[in-house]
């Protein structure tokens, strides 16, 4: 029986009580790959087991004692989060663990029930379902703040080993939940995005404990330069907005490059941002603009801000341009009233351009306060550590709608200032020196694109921004086999986890269907371990 509570996700409310006012920070950090959200129902319902038995509510959440650092178990252990129901479950029915990644996971309790890909298999299979809080996040927490010291104990291979130690000394509050642990019930790992990626790493890297996986968008690839998140984008948007945007990232970057101060301070008042000092921060600036994109979901419909983006570029006196545009002149004029008019108010409120959208004032506090329940600063930590990410512009001779002047040492620049001390290097192309972030370490370490790992099953979306860097991106060379299947639908990020999107996409439904049919035949193979 599906029983959903409201709680909205907040970013910053876990801190302690004596925390400073935070400080004002960069519009433009760089965005996590997020989850979306479980559309919940206005009537809410008691939880009941196949039994009768009434259960806790989904939003009821429990405590594991976690080892602070896996390589030294003498420090102790910390009170880590998680949320169960077992409304589904018959005895033999497999463990369904879910870790939404980097955010407060009190706002993903949702994910146990059948409105999501994880209840659909405990339904099918007479599953129970849990949600583990990554460490760092939410009320997870080993230390005391996000200092540079703290976070030595947050890594990927830590959160691995958090998923591993959980799965093998839970004892899960339902009957015979002591005699649950992985070997004598079959456990099945589940994520999106980052928590897809620590799927197929957990995977790959303690292959026995986890009998099965579900990866959604899965960003399994480290990279530094990842210019490929603006091209599903660029591929999928409407072609006369493309063509218009990409005639203005060019004569952008050739304004940009010029040398010519007065051209350049044309430019930026085009936007009114004239006001901002440096010019990679402008270029960054007008990245703003495509991170809507990942907020579309194929229930989305037609009036999000990315297409009311487009619009204001494309429809010139009720009249919607061609597949070519209108042109630059149009273009240009269009989208610099468009941050005029309203954008810049929508992301920067009252604030004065430098304050919202430069990124080269090292003294602001908003780099160096390592207060409690900042998910922007924890989870930046691993990126600039070791996944990269770093929203740039593409190669000189591949089409981008994204400024070539932003490149990787513009986020590494923000690295330093937020965690000084942290790195020996800011190199990114030198044959002698590993980059930081060291991605190239986290691909070799966990297998990435090329994993070859079974019972895995990895489903992506078409229109994903972030596609470039799972299994479905045009760079990799796996895929797939009947023992891991590469599922692709026409959704966006992580659309497949979502029941309602299946309702609103055949391919998603396909791809949640065959999914499940793969899970019921592995199922029906396990046997416990001896």
């Not at 009190?106 to 379902?129: F, P, R």
């Amino acid at each position: 029986m599906l029983l959903l509570h409201f709680v909205p996700l907040l970013l910053f409310f876990h801190a302690v009580s004596s925390r400073p006012s935070r400080a004002k920070g960069p519009a433009h950090s760089r965005r996590k790959p997020s989850l979306p959200h479980v559309q919940r129902p206005t009537e809410v319902l008691p939880v009941v087991s196949r039994n009768g038995t009434q259960l806790p509510p989904y939003d009821y959440s429990y405590v594991f004692q976690q080892l602070i650092d896996h390589n030294n178990p003498s420090l102790g252990t910390f009170r880590q989060r998680y949320w169960h129901t077992y409304e589904f479950y018959e005895s033999g029915g497999p463990i369904i663990l879910f870790m939404p990644g980097e955010t407060d996971a009190d706002g993903y309790y949702d994910y146990l029930t059948n409105a999501t890909i994880n209840g659909q298999i405990a339904q099918k299979l007479n599953g129970a379902t849990v949600i583990l809080e990554h460490r760092f996040f939410g009320n997870s927490n080993p230390m005391p703040d996000l200092s540079v010291q703290s976070l030595r104990v947050h890594t990927v291979q830590q959160a691995i080993d958090d998923l591993v130690y959980f799965a093998q000394n839970v004892n899960l509050p339902m009957p015979g939940g002591d005699q649950l642990a992985t070997g004598k019930a079959p456990w099945i790992l589940t994520g999106g995005s980052y928590g897809g990626a620590l799927v197929s790493y957990t995977m790959s890297d303690q292959p026995d404990v986890f009998y099965s996986g579900y990866a959604s968008s899965a960003v399994v690839e480290a990279t530094v330069d990842f210019w490929g998140y603006f091209e599903p984008i660029r591929q999928a948007m409407p072609a006369n907005c493309s063509a218009d945007i990409e005639a203005v990232i060019a004569h952008v970057d050739t304004v940009l490059t010029s040398n010519n101060t007065a051209q350049i301070n044309t430019l930026k008042s085009t936007f009114g941002l004239q006001g901002l000092a440096h010019n990679d921060d402008f270029a960054a600036a007008l990245q703003e603009n495509f991170l809507s994109w990942q907020a579309l979901q194929p229930n989305s419909g037609p009036g999000g801000d990315f297409y009311e983006f487009c619009d204001a570029l494309e429809i010139k006196n009720g009249v919607s341009a061609g597949p070519s545009g209108w042109g630059l002149d149009n273009a240009l004029q269009a989208w610099g009233n468009y941050w005029k008019s309203k954008y810049y108010s929508d992301i920067c409120g009252d604030d004065d351009v430098e304050t919202c959208l430069g990124t080269y004032d090292a003294t602001n506090p908003f780099w160096s306060y390592d207060y409690l329940g900042q998910t922007d600063r924890a989870w930046n930590w691993l990126l600039c550590n070791e996944f990269g990410f770093y929203f740039d512009g593409a190669p000189a001779n591949h089409p981008t709608v994204a400024s070539r002047l932003v490149t990787p040492a513009w986020g590494e620049r923000q690295c330093g200032y937020r965690f000084p001390g942290a790195f020996t290097s800011n190199i990114t192309s030198s044959a002698a020196v590993e980059p930081v972030p060291d991605a190239r370490g986290v691909n070799s370490a966990y297998k990435g694109w090329n994993t070859t790992t079974e019972r895995l099953v990895f489903a992506n979306g078409i229109n994903d921004p972030w596609r470039e860097a799972t299994v479905a991106a045009d760079g990799s060379t796996n895929i797939g086999s009947d023992m891991q299947p590469h599922l692709l639908s026409d959704g966006f990020h992580c659309s497949d986890l979502l029941v309602d999107q299946g309702e609103a996409s055949a391919k998603v439904k396909s791809v949640q269907g065959t999914a499940l049919t793969y899970f019921e035949k592995w199922h029906a193979e396990w046997t416990p371990s001896a």
